[in-house]
C-alpha cells in the first residue's frame, strides 16, 4: 500500500467520524451508550447514511476512473455523461410496477438503464477515443435521459410529483436506511471486483487500441467488462441515492498527479478519494444554515461545475 | 516453415480488398522494409503479421502456426507491434511509458526484477535512459519517437513490426531509429517496417518487398528489387539510381512515368 492510498483511508475514517458526530444536532461521543436517547439517531440515521456516503462515494469515484481509462478522456464521468441518467430512468419506470413487487426491482432496473447507456456510449465513442464523439453522444444520451425520466414521472400517478424529479435528478442521502444499504453494497462490491480485473488492459489502451491488442488486450471483453463494472457501480448508488455528479470527474483529477498518471494506478485512489469526497459533501450538507437541507447532487455540481470550467480552459489548447 | 509467413493472404476491409493472395516469407536476422505507393496495403499486411486482423483467406503463420490462433498475450511476446499512430493518452513518464511494453509478460502481481532488467536494456538501446523521469508531453518529437520504440522493445519481441517509425523525425533522429533497427536484426530478431523513404529503405533493408493495390510487385534483396523499372512499376515515377560518396545508393525519383 502506497502512502497516498494511506492517507486516503486515514481520510475516509475521519471524514466518516465526523459524518456520524456532525449534522443539526450534534452527536458527542456520549450519546453512543444503548441508555442515551440519542444513540438511535446515531444507528437508524448516521450510521446508514455515513455507510451509504463511504460506498456510494467509492462506487462514482472508481466508475469515474473506469470509464476515463477505458475512454481515454479525463473528462469522463458517469452523472455528466448519461450513465446515471440511465440509471434514474430505469428506476423512475421500475416505479410504475410498484415497490411490492420486490425490493429488488429498482436496482434491478436502474442496472440496465445503465448498462444501456454504457453500452451505447461504449460503441458510439468507445472504439475511436474521439473526445468529441464522446462529448456529444454523452450530452445527448443525458438529454434523453433526464427528459424521459421527466416524462414518466409526470405521467406516474403519484402525488409527489415533484419531489420525485428532484429525488431523482438530483440525488441525496437524506433520510436512508440500512434497508438502502443492504441493496446498493453488494452490486457495488461486484462492479468492484470486476474494476480490479481491468488494470492492465487500460494500462496498455494508453498507446491506443492497435498497440493494446498487439499487446494481447481483447478489447470485445474489455468493453464488456467495462459496461458491467460501471453500470453495478452506478447503477447501485443511482438507486441508492439518485443522480449526484462531478464525483468521478473531480477525484479522478485530483488524484492523477499524486498517483501517476497510468489508469491502473488510480482506480484504487479514485474510490477512496470518491468514498472522502461524498462523505464530507454530505456532512457539510447538514452544517450548513439552510432552511431544508441542501442536496447533495447540487452541492457536488456547484463544487464540480467551476472546476469543469477550469479543466476546459487548460485543456483549451490541445482540443482547439 | 521457420519465421513469419504470409500464404496467399486475402483481406477486404468494408467492401474494399485490400490484400489479393499475398504469399511473402520473413527471415530473423533480416531487416525488411515494405514498400509501395498509398493505399497499398503495406498496413494491413502489418496488421494480419500482428495478428491484429484475420485474412479472409490464406493464412498468416509464425514458425508454422496460425497467428490468428494464437492466445493473446503469447502472440504479444514474440510479435511487437509500433503502429503509426504514436498516440499516448496520459501524461504517464517515460519509465512507466516504456515498462507498458511488459505487459504481455507481467503476471498479477505486477513487475518483476527482469521486467525491470529488460525496460532498463531498451532505454540504453534508444538512448532514452537520461529521460527516465520525464513525462511523456514534455518530450520532443525525436525524442517521443525513440521512446516509444523502446515501448516495443522492452518486450522482447521475437518479430518486431513497425509502421512508418520515422514520421516526424529529423534526419538525424531517422538515422538513429534506422540504426537501432539494424541492431535488433542484428541480435537475432525479425524487423518488418513500413516505409516511404525510398532512401531510407535502401540504407537499412536486406530485404524490401514492393506493393501495389494489394498486390506483390516484386521482393528479394534490396540491390536487386530496388531498381529504377521495378519502382517505376510500384509508384508510377520515374527515378534516377545514383551512388553517394560512402558507396551507398540513393534514389531520387524524376517525374510521373
Known amino acids: 500500500m502506497n502512502r497516498l492510498t ?67 478522456n479525463p473528462l469522463a464521468d458517469p452523472g455528466l455523461f448519461g450513465v446515471s441518467s440511465g440509471a434514474a430512468l430505469g428506476a423512475v419506470v421500475s416505479l410504475f410496477f ?64 415533484a419531489s420525485e424529479i428532484m429525488t431523482w435528478l438530483n440525488g441525496a442521502l437524506t433520510d436512508r436506511s440500512w434497508q438502502d444499504v443492504e441493496l446498493a453494497t453488494p452490486m457495488i462490491a461486484a462492479g468492484a471486483v470486476l474494476a480490479a480485473f481491468l488494470g492492465r488492459s487500460l494500462d496498455a489502451l ?33 438507486a441508492a441515492a439518485g443522480v449526484i455528479s462531478f464525483v468521478g470527474l473531480l477525484v479522478a483529477h485530483m488524484v492523477r498527479p499524486y498517483a501517476g498518471h497510468r489508469p491502473s494506478a488510480i482506480l484504487l485512489p479514485s474510490a477512496l478519494g470518491g468514498a472522502l469526497l461524498l462523505t464530507l459533501a454530505d456532512a457539510g450538507v447538514r452544517l450548513l444554515p439552510t432552511v431544508s437541507e441542501l442536496r447533495l447532487g447540487i452541492a457536488t455540481a456547484m463544487l464540480g461545475g467551476p472546476f469543469f470550467f477550469a479543466m476546459l480552459i487548460r485543456m483549451r489548447r490541445k482540443l482547439a | ?76 511476446r514474440r510479435i511487437g507491434l509500433l503502429p503509426q499512430s504514436g498516440e499516448v493518452h496520459w501524461n504517464v513518464d517515460v519509465t512507466t511509458l516504456v515498462g507498458l511494453g511488459r505487459l504481455p509478460h507481467r503476471g498479477r502481481f505486477g513487475e518483476t526484477e527482469a521486467d525491470r532488467a529488460a525496460v532498463e536494456r531498451a532505454m540504453a538501446a534508444t538512448d532514452v535512459a537520461h529521460l527516465a523521469d520525464r513525462a511523456v508531453e514534455r518530450l520532443s518529437g525525436g525524442e517521443r519517437g525513440r521512446v516509444l520504440l523502446a515501448r516495443v522493445l522492452a518486450g522482447e519481441p521475437e518479430w518486431l513490426l513497425a509502421d512508418e517509425p520515422l514520421a516526424s523525425l529529423d534526419p538525424a533522429h531517422q538515422i538513429d531509429v534506422l540504426e537501432r533497427l539494424r541492431e535488433v536484426a542484428r541480435a537475432g530478431a525479425g524487423v518488418i517496417v513500413v516505409l516511404h523513404d525510398l532512401n531510407q529503405a535502401a540504407r537499412v533493408a536486406d530485404d524490401v ?49
Open chain 1, 6 to 72: 494511506l492517507w486516503l483511508l486515514i481520510g475516509c475514517v475521519a471524514a466518516a467520524a465526523l459524518s456520524v458526530v456532525a449534522g443539526k444536532v450534534w452527536l458527542p461521543l456520549d450519546a453512543w451508550s444503548a441508555a442515551d436517547p440519542r444513540s438511535i439517531i446515531i444507528v437508524e440515521l448516521r450510521l446508514p447514511r455515513t455507510v451509504l456516503a463511504l460506498v456510494v462515494g467509492a462506487a462514482l469515484g472508481l466508475s469515474g476512473a473506469v470509464m476515463q481509462g477505458y475512454l481515454r
Open chain 1, 206 to 238: 494508453t498507446l491506443g487500441e492497435d498497440a493494446a491488442r498487439s499487446m494481447g488486450v481483447n478489447l470485445g471483453r474489455l468493453q464488456l467488462l467495462v459496461i458491467l463494472s460501471t453500470s453495478l457501480c452506478v447503477a447501485a448508488s443511482v
Open chain 1, 98 to 161: 410498484g415497490y411490492a413487487v420486490s425490493a429488488y426491482l429498482l436496482p434491478a432496473f436502474a442496472l440496465v438503464g445503465a448498462a444501456t447507456t454504457m453500452a451505447l456510449l461504449a460503441l458510439i465513442a468507445g472504439r475511436s477515443g474521439s473526445l468529441m464523439l464522446f462529448t456529444l453522444a454523452g450530452l445527448i444520451i443525458t438529454s434523453i435521459g433526464s427528459s424521459a425520466t421527466a416524462l414518466a414521472i409526470s405521467l406516474a400517478p403519484t402525488p409527489f410529483v
Open chain 2, 1 to 76: 516453415m521457420n519465421g513469419l509467413q504470409a500464404s496467399a493472404v486475402s483481406l477486404t476491409l468494408g467492401r474494399r480488398t485490400v490484400l489479393y493472395g499475398v504469399d511473402l516469407g520473413f527471415a530473423r536476422g533480416r531487416v525488411t522494409a515494405l514498400l509501395g505507393p498509398n493505399g497499398a496495403g503495406k498496413s494491413s499486411l502489418l496488421a494480419c503479421l500482428a495478428g491484429l486482423r484475420t485474412p479472409d483467406s490464406g493464412t498468416a503463420t509464425i514458425d508454422g502456426e496460425v497467428i490468428a490462433a494464437l492466445d493473446g498475450r503469447m502472440r504479444g
Open chain 2, 209 to 257: 518487398v514492393l506493393l501495389r493495390d494489394g498486390h506483390v510487385v516484386a521482393t528479394g534483396e534490396a540491390q536487386a528489387v530496388l531498381t529504377a523499372p521495378l519502382l517505376a512499376e510500384t509508384y508510377g515515377v520515374t527515378v534516377e539510381i545514383g551512388r553517394a560518396s560512402d558507396g551507398r545508393r540513393f534514389i531520387v525519383p524524376l517525374g510521373r512515368a
